[in-house]
């Protein structure tokens, strides 16, 4: 595969990318992508959403109130969730350099809080923000501030947490799943973390200890002995020094290698170490040394990346954010709600039998210009004014050369690697005497298309 | 056949009367003291102010153990003699790791090995000629660890209607890139496996009455239907979410009980009228059990815990003593009964295969089957 786009797709979500990486050289995309500014403005779809735990209970109550009151506030809640899906999903298609995002939904994925738990739609907003506005600054400080999200707090049960009858779920998490990985702990340093998070509760502006319930104890933790709270105990778990690798080796997998090689963890993970776990100097310095191998068809593509390639390649600009969240979600990437605290596995577990002849019908369905059928999107609470039933479907092409040259230059842009038996398919769709200029040029192209996005190869980056 | 050119074998219509097995996994760490409970030890009650069972409450008493009220199916089923209760099942240095313990459970290996396949995948890879892509079956969004081998004789499906028959069997070929073959390999049994499954439904009788509507219901739905539909798979799997109770487990285990007893129930009652009760052994575990001590509302994550058999011409006895709430492991129950000479009486018992074919050493548990 073309370089350029191979790291378009890791780096982002699709194609888009490749002539700005062409352009600017790796090192240089990365900075901008660095310096790219966050939005930081409230989504309209939030404004009269409860925040505070006041206003959380009065609108709870006022569905009490009411008939079908259970019913309505399910509606309520399915809007705003998808709201937010597609608001987010509208990022990932719009920005410029859409790194960020693509690091916020691998945070996101790494510090799971699932929005049918807590059930607060400006929470899961909370916290998507802490991600996006800490995805390029230092794991520490991300850790810290995650700790201090309702959602956070809330899913893990922390608000039952409390002086005297502790409850473990927190703290065995926070080194099991979001920092050490297990082996790298005791059950007693899990024991001892619940009594530094006891007391550390939901509150109006993100989580905070309540001095009532909070323990007053010194504890030992790793070694260390204190009474400790949530920001200290991520500093003395940052400091063992095993830290760095448990989540090296999830951005590998996230970004490159389905199966990275243990001496790759190790040599970026001690990298990491010794940068203090500050992300920019490591993303540089593992995207500019990998951006030199050849490692196409290292890593089974998710439904995200699948979906928002597919749609760029048949330059369809016109489809709902939020039926794109419905898909991935079909396809067992739910954002803002993964079936459990470890997260979506990822690599091969995006692919079953069923979930791979689903993608193809899809396919197939988007080369034909046909979208999903309207009631998909008003039964996400959506009225369905921005719906389009069908697609003008354009696959991008250089109107040259033989058929040859043709094929190489969709294959150089859509699969990992082609064979021999693969070629020859090609070349049967494409027949030698194929001719660039003629009317029927662009119908045999989406043929083609639409042959190469259902091949194996298709699903490999 | 030449080392890099394989074809999945159309699967031969085996004669009637073979065995398969059905499991069920209990995802997140099922309470077994919760399940079955042992109602008449004072240290329970001691051990659980806030969530024991109490002794008016629970159902099918014997030997001092009762089923908790919401498992009314299974109490019936244990009734009429086909249910099997093996008791304090786990193994030694007990993992707490959801996802570490349920890996020993699915790849049968010690709590400090680390095995890439699963226990049944490993099976099938020896019991299989030639690829069989219907020989395990997962009802499930996701692979399961257990079925994986290192031959494709598994499928996973979510809603086996919506499979859809494209042709007949293609050749795999084998490429230098293990990402690119493993999706080679899902997208051939995309089309293959779904003849035989669909054939198989369409061949299958229908039910003795309507299924419950649960995830679980449907998938045991499915599950039987390709029994009775002539599939002849050896094995199919299934979870079941939602016990990881460390809060609200009251509430919980009563709602995931019902779901639970309903949809076994209506399965064990299909199987008896299609009469294949004896050939099909229904095995129901999780990957942990909890800590005997409450934590106010809930438990956290602990070790052992009972296992259920329900089919197979199984004797209906309660095997292994009750839990020992008197003698415990810093607040954690002990096991007694490996899970692995489970496995081994399973595989013996049914297929006449020997486990140490497959790494499992363990002596088969005696006394399940007739």
Known sequence: ?????????????????????????????????????????????????????????????????????????????LTTSYNLRGWWV????????????????????????????????????????????????????????????????????????????????????????????????????IKNGARGLAGLFTADNGAAYNPKMENTDPFTYFG??????????VDIIFSQKKAPYFITRKLLKWFIYDNPPEALVTYYGDYLREMDYEMQPFLTKLFTEEFSKDTAGSKIKDPLVYMLQLLDELTITNQNSKLIAAFVSNQGMDLFNQPNVKGWDGGNSWLTAQLYLKRNTTADNLC??????????????????????????????KKAGDNKAVIAQLRDR???????????????????????????????????????????????? | MPDFLYSFALQENLTAGDSCLVFIQLNGGNDGLNTFIPFQDDLYYHYRPNIAISKNDVISAGQGMA????????????????????????????????FRSAEIWQTASNATQYLSEGWLGRFLDVQCKDHEPTAGINLDTIDSLALKGKEPNALTIK??????????????????????DFVRKIANSATEGSDLISKAIQKSPAAPASYPKSGLSRNLEWIAKLIKGGLNSKTYYTSLNGFDSHENQLSMQK???????????????????????????????????RRVKDNGSGTDHGTAAPMFIIGGGNKGKIIGKNPNLANLDNGDLIHETDFRSVYAALLKDKFSFDPKQIGISNTALQGIFK
């Open chain 1, 224 to 233: 260390k002995t204190g009474n400790f709270k949530s920001d200290e105990m």
């Open chain 1, 368 to 397: 034909k210009g046909r979208n999903v059928a309207k009631i998909n999107l008003t039964n996400l609470g959506d009225p369905g004014t921005d719906y389009n039933a069908e697609f003008d479907v354009k696959p991008e092409w």
């Open chain 1, 90 to 189: 509208d990022k990932m298609r719009e920005n410029k350099y859409p790194l960020r995002e693509k690091l916020v939904v691998f945070w996101h994925n790494h510090y799971v809080s699932a929005i049918s738990k807590y059930r607060v739609p400006y929470w899961a907003y909370t916290h998507n923000m802490v991600l996006r506005e800490n995805a390029f600054g230092n794991i520490k400080d991300l850790t810290k501030k995650i700790l201090r999200t309702n959602a956070m707090v809330y899913y893990l049960d922390n608000n039952k947490n409390r002086n005297g009858r502790f409850n473990e779920n927190l703290s065995r998490e926070l080194l099991e799943l979001f920092t050490l990985g297990v082996g790298n702990y005791t059950e007693q340093d």
């Open chain 1, 414 to 461: 859509l699969l990992c690697s082609a064979d021999e038996q693969l070629q020859k398919d090609f070349e049967n769709i494409l027949k030698h005497d194929f001719d660039a200029g003629s009317k029927s040029a662009d119908m045999a192209v989406l043929a083609l298309v639409n042959y190469m996005v259902k091949t194996p190869e298709f699903q490999l980056i």
């Open chain 2, 159 to 180: 809603d086996p209607s919506k499979m859809i028959s494209k042709g007949s069997a293609a050749g795999v070929k084998l490429s230098g890139n293990p990402q690119l």
């Open chain 2, 67 to 98: 089923f908790h009220p919401m498992l009314k199916g299974l109490a019936e089923i244990q009734q009429k003699g086909h249910l099997t209760v093996l008791q304090n099942v786990g193994y030694p240095e007990p993992n707490r790791s959801h």
């Open chain 1, 1 to 77: 595969m073309e370089r350029n786009t191979l790291w378009s797709l890791r780096l982002g979500f699709s194609g888009k990318q490749a002539e700005l990486i062409k352009k600017e050289g790796i090192a240089d995309f990365l900075k901008d992508s660095f310096s790219d500014k966050v939005d930081k403005q409230l989504p309209g779809f939030l404004k009269d959403s409860p925040k505070t735990l006041a206003e959380i209970q009065a609108y709870k109550q006022g569905y009490k109130d009411i008939t079908d009151g259970r019913k309505k506030e399910n509606a309520q809640f």
């Open chain 2, 255 to 289: 709602n995931r009980f019902t779901d639970l007893s309903d949809a076994i129930y209506a399965f064990y009652n299909d199987m008896v009228a299609a009469k294949k009760l004896d050939e099909v052994t229904l095995v129901i575990f999780s990957e942990f059990g």
